[in-house]
């Protein structure tokens, strides 16, 4: 099977950075999603990797790495619209589904 | 561009009354399409995914089923619901498995 571990919940200022760590343990791993979802809407796609490395997409990037089942989400410059929950979702190569994490909400405060 | 539709967007039923929640993609073909249920602040879990017209796989024993009649449509089902079913209900679709997957904006579903 496949563990997907983040942090519950992040509480973080307006224009400051956060961090949201994504730890995962699977078999023929394929690839790592972050989305993102506000309360009571569909998820969003934000990033993908597949290799190691630091993907960057505006305000909000991506690490992985795929030797220590770890990877990152980074926000930078917080607005407030950012308040909502960051799901990591993990990817095997043998198969066709996204394991979910239970997500991290991050409350940006004022 | 692709635009997925799911509906309707809530719904109330009483326990042991029948479901259908449809789901349609547009602008793609062959998509691989998807099923996941949230329960109140939990994570999303996989109920049903499907690689092409009749093909369903099943992730969770439970008492829904999916059913895909035609290429970019979704259904899913259940005979009689539980208490238990109710949460929200996401639609999605990918082009390939390792591609990323775009969700509908879900249906609420709550079991009286």
């Known amino acids: 099977g496949q563990n997907i571990d983040q942090p519950t919940e992040m509480t973080a200022t307006e224009g400051a950075i956060v961090q949201i760590n994504c730890t995962y343990q699977?078999?023929?791993?394929?690839?790592l999603f972050w989305y993102q979802q506000h309360a009571g809407e569909a998820p969003t796609f934000l990033s993908y990797?597949?290799?190691?490395g630091l993907e960057e997409k505006g305000r909000f990037s991506s690490f992985l790495s795929r030797s220590k089942g770890y990877s990152y989400l980074l926000l930078k410059e917080l607005q407030m619209k950012d308040s909502a929950s960051y799901l990591c979702?993990?990817?095997?190569?043998?198969?066709?589904?996204?394991?979910f994490g239970g997500g991290t909400r991050v409350l940006v405060k004022p | 561009s692709q635009t997925i539709h799911q509906w309707p967007a809530t719904l109330v039923q009483p326990v042991g009354s029948p479901l259908s929640l449809e789901c349609t993609v547009e602008?793609?073909?062959?998509?691989?399409l998807y099923w996941y249920r949230q329960a109140a602040g939990r994570g999303l879990q996989l109920l049903f995914y499907?690689?092409?017209?009749?093909?369903i796989s099943s992730e969770v024993p439970q008492n829904l089923s999916a059913s895909r009649p035609q290429d970019r449509q979704f259904i899913l089902s259940s005979k009689k619901l539980l208490l238990s079913d109710s949460g929200f209900y996401l639609c999605?679709?990918?082009?390939?498995?390792?591609?990323?997957?775009?969700f509908g904006d879900g249906t609420r579903l709550s079991i009286l």
């Open positions: 990797n597949v290799l190691d």
């Open positions: 699977t078999s023929g791993f394929n690839g």
């Open positions: 979702a993990v990817i095997k190569a043998a198969g066709n589904k996204l394991t």
């Open positions: 602008g793609t073909s062959n998509p691989n």
């Open positions: 499907s690689v092409g017209i009749g093909q």
């Open positions: 999605a679709w990918s082009e390939y498995s390792n591609q990323p997957q775009h």
